[in-house]
C-alpha cells in the first residue's frame, strides 16, 4: 500500500538537488505562506507546490493529501465563520472579517502542510538523514529518529488497517457516519496498536545497537552530498520567495 510520503523515482531537477536545499526550499514556501497576506500570494504559492509536484511525478502524492486537508480546512473557515464577530454582517453569523480570516487559515493549512510531503517523495530519507548529519551538524541519533518514524508511518498504517479488519470480522461496525461513535471505536483499536509499536520500537532499538549504532559520526557515511550550482540558484531563488511572500 503506496503512502503519501513515500519516495517517488525520478531524474528531474528536484530530484538531483541536495536534500538540504530541498528542505530550504520547503522552508521557503512555508515561511512565505506564513508571511503572504492577500489571495494571490497564497493561492500562488499553493499552486508552485502543486507544480513541483507534478514535475517531480508526486502531484498524485499531494492531490491526495489535499483531499483529506480539505475537509480540516472548511472545518476551521466554519469555526473562523463562528467566532470572528468584526466587521459587517454578510449573511446570518458570516462577517467580513471572519470571511477573509477563515479563507486565509485554510490557504495557509493548505500551504504549509504540502511542501515537506512534495520533499519527502523526493528524497531518500536515508540521503535526507545524512545530508543534514553532514551539512547541518545535526547529530546522527536525532536524524535517525525522524526517519525512522516516517518510515514507520505505513508500517503503523497496515497495522492500523488489520486490526480494524479483525475486528471487522468480529462484527464492529467502522463504517458508521455518527462522528462520536466512530471516535469510540477507534479506541479499541488503540490499545493494540500501541501494544504492537511498542514491539516494534524494541526490536529496531535491538538491531541499531547491534549493528554499532552509537558508533556513527559524521563522517561514517559512505555517501557525500556537496552543493553544486543548481542548488545555489534555488537557494537564491528561496530568499527572493521568502522576501516577495513578506511584501505581498
Known sequence: MLNVIDYVPGNTVLHRLNPVTKLALAAAIIIATVLADGYAALIGLLLLTLVLGIYAGSGSRLLSLLKVLVPVAVLMLVLQLAFVRRGEVIALFITTDGLVSGTKACLRLLGVALPLVLVLTVTKTTDLANA???????????????????????????????????????????????????????????????????????????????RGFYLRTRESSYRRYPFRARDVVVGVLCILLIAAGAAL
Open 132 to 210: 543534514c548529519v553532514e551539512k547541518l551538524h545535526i547529530p546522527y541519533k536525532y536524524a535517525f529518529t525522524f526517519t525512522t518514524a516516517l518510515r514507520f508511518v505505513p508500517v503503523f498504517t497496515q497495522e492500523m488497517n488489520a486490526i480494524m479488519e479483525a475486528q471487522t470480522a468480529r462484527g464492529v461496525e467502522f463504517d458508521t457516519k455518527n462522528p462520536v461513535k466512530k471516535l469510540l471505536l477507534m479506541l479499541p483499536v488503540c490499545v493494540p496498536l500501541l501494544v504492537t509499536s511498542v514491539g516494534k520500537t524494541d526490536a529496531t532499538a535491538l538491531a541499531a545497537e547491534q
